[in-house]
């Protein structure tokens, strides 16, 4: 079999990704990477015409997030479900805000979506984790493209270091980066939002009546962390202020985060999918010792 045609595979056991992807802190920094990614006009036109984030958000948010869980966690699966994705995004296409017409395959707009997710978590860790060392920064960033291979996002299409990366990056947020009609929905305060329908049937009914009072201030919490755990550069690009008084509440609460998570249990800090795969990985090592 040749380079070319070898099945990608997850980024490995004991990694950076394995220990960041599946912990808890890690749905904090998703809004961020999201809103990032649909402030390209290609991209945004892609979710504003074809996706529904409007009619269904937890159903598209439980599907999006067991996906990237796949991603690092899915072994064999890995690989197939990078391959659903393609298949999925094959008849996406149309024209953006910009009059230009796009393709959700199209590699320049493919691989942004999944680059956004290397500043983000490297980003955030100053907040909710441990700052990384200049080792585990290219650790995460060499995982993130064994991530985009599984996605089928060619080596071509992404820069291959991260000294490549960062004028890549800038030059995305220069030429092609603005606010447009998905980012204000993804940032607003009052926008409609159902209930959620996923969980036990007594948590539901209960979540349904206390929504109206409950969906405020989770939608202002939502808009803080959003535009609080995106690169600043990345913020100012979109046109997202942001105050030094934010950025005092940010720290004191990323202080919190950071205190808390990591004494928690394992079943309550990792996502399932994660702390299965971490379990397996334990059970095997201590077979083989």
């Known amino acids: 079999m040749t380079h070319r045609d070898a099945v990608p595979v997850p980024p490995p056991p004991g990694g950076v990704l394995w220990s960041l992807a599946g912990d808890v802190r890690m749905l904090l920094t998703l809004p ?78 493919y691989a942004w979506v999944h680059a956004t997710g290397y500043p983000v978590f490297a980003h955030t860790q100053q907040y909710i984790g441990r700052p990384f060392t200049d080792a585990q920064h290219r650790e995460l960033y060499t995982e993130w493209l064994q991530v985009g291979r599984i996605l089928g996002i060619h080596d071509r299409d992404m820069p291959q270091t991260i000294e490549e990366f960062w004028p890549y990056y800038r030059k995305v947020l220069a030429d092609e980066i603005a606010n447009n009609v998905v980012v204000e929905e993804l940032v607003a305060t009052d926008r409609p939002v159902p209930p959620p329908d996923r969980g036990p049937l007594a948590l539901r009914l209960a979540l349904r009546v206390l929504w109206p009072v409950l969906l405020p201030p989770l939608a202002r919490f939502r808009r803080f962390v959003t535009i609080g755990f995106m690169p600043p550069d990345a913020r100012e690009a979109i046109g997202l202020d942001w105050t030094d008084e934010q950025e005092r509440k940010l720290r004191r609460f990323g202080r919190v985060v950071r205190a808390v998570v990591p004494v928690l249990p394992e079943r309550l800090r990792y996502l399932p999918l994660a702390r299965r795969a971490r379990a397996e990985f334990r059970h095997s090592v201590h077979r083989r010792a």
């Open 32 to 109: 961020a990477a999201l809103t990032m990614q649909v402030a390209h006009p290609a991209v945004g036109a892609g979710v504003d015409q074809h996706s529904v984030f409007r009619t269904d958000p937890w159903g598209r948010g439980e599907r999006s997030l067991r996906s990237l869980q796949l991603w690092v966690y899915g072994g064999e699966r890995a690989a197939e479900e990078g391959r659903r994705l393609r298949r999925l995004h094959k008849v996406i296409q149309g024209t953006d805000a910009t009059g230009r017409r796009y393709h959700a395959l199209t590699p320049a707009y």
